[in-house]
């Protein structure tokens, strides 16, 4: 299975050019880990891109529900988390 993918790898490529090999994928990755025009920076990159997190990300009330409504569906308990839910 994974021949005949890797082998119309260029062709659905064509159609999503999002689809890399590893090899191509690791480059933006390792750049951003080591590259000097990124040193200090901190928060999520597409790629050699920044994103900026939505309002809602940052919102401190929003991400104690939203850790709440996890621990919830989860069926998780409070004994022996390192967080505050």
Request: hydrophobic content about 40%; overall charge negative; charged content about 30%.
């Amino acid at each position: 299975m994974t021949t005949v993918v890797t082998w119309m790898l260029p062709l659905l490529r064509y159609f999503d050019p999002r689809l890399k090999t590893v090899e191509q994928a690791a480059i933006p990755f390792v750049d951003v880990a080591v590259s000097d025009k990124f040193a200090g920076q901190e928060g999520y990159f597409e790629g050699d891109k920044k994103v900026e997190s939505s309002p809602d990300s940052l919102d401190i009330k929003m991400q104690q529900a939203l850790w709440r409504k996890s621990f919830e569906w989860c069926k998780l308990n409070k004994e022996g988390l390192m967080i505050d839910v």
